[in-house]
């Protein structure tokens, strides 16, 4: 019995190594971020939700509004301050508005994630579709204020389906913009509450500013 416990302790003990021709894995990413262009329309940066800023080497973007900055879902991979873009889709962000009572159309959606990230807060929704258009939104409810005295603003994500058929599950990316607009300048307002409609009812997510 000694003995074994020997031959076994001494495996354990045996060195790990690598080859010398081994390659550390390139640090390739794929995230939510934003995309900067410039003057021309085409994207020169991408700028991550954490703050970091990395100029872009290759697989550049034409075509797009010029010096601006538009919210992508982008594959990556990094090397230093640099990266290369190997793709980049880009992502719905309607701004908060207060629209009219035919447009508020609620059609049930599925979170399958949600977080404030940036200047935003984000969603991975998931819905039934026949390969139709759909249209959402998000529409401003009211300012309430909180017996605290803090004050929330109250917003409805809206769902158009357009008469598509309920065929297939499609998943889309659905971007909820934190930042100040003519209509929406979040003077006095310290959270967000989204109202999220399901298959079981409506969910809601508070956001603080």
């Known amino acids: 019995m000694k003995r074994y416990i020997y ?18 894995a390139p640090a390739y990413r794929e995230d939510l971020l934003d995309v900067q262009t410039d003057g021309s329309g085409r994207t020169i940066a991408l700028l991550r939700d954490d703050g970091q800023r ?10 797009l ?15 230093g301050a640099s990266a290369a873009v190997t793709a980049m889709q880009q992502v719905l962000v309607p701004r908060i508005q207060t629209y009219a009572a035919e447009k508020i159309v609620c059609a049930p959606v599925a979170v399958t994630a949600c977080w404030q ?30 017996a605290d005295g803090t004050h929330t603003l109250v917003v409805q994500m809206l769902h158009a389906r357009g008469g598509d058929p309920e065929y297939y599950t499609a998943e889309a990316y659905l971007c909820c913009p934190l930042l100040p607009t003519p209509e929406e ?7 967000v509450r989204i109202k999220i409609p399901t298959n079981t009812g409506t969910v809601q997510r508070v956001f603080a500013l």
């Open 54 to 63: 990395f100029s872009i080497v290759s697989g550049f973007k034409t075509g």
């Open 117 to 146: 990230g940036g200047n935003y807060v984000n969603f991975k929704l998931s819905y039934l579709t026949g390969g139709g258009t759909h249209a959402f939104g998000f529409h401003r409810e009211e300012l309430r204020e909180n």
């Open 65 to 79: 509004p010029a010096d601006t900055v538009l919210r992508v879902m982008a594959a990556y991979e990094v090397s």
């Open 7 to 24: 031959i076994i302790i001494c495996v354990l003990l045996l060195p790990i190594g690598c080859k010398d021709d081994e390659e550390i």
């Open 185 to 191: 300048p979040f003077e006095n307002c310290d959270s």
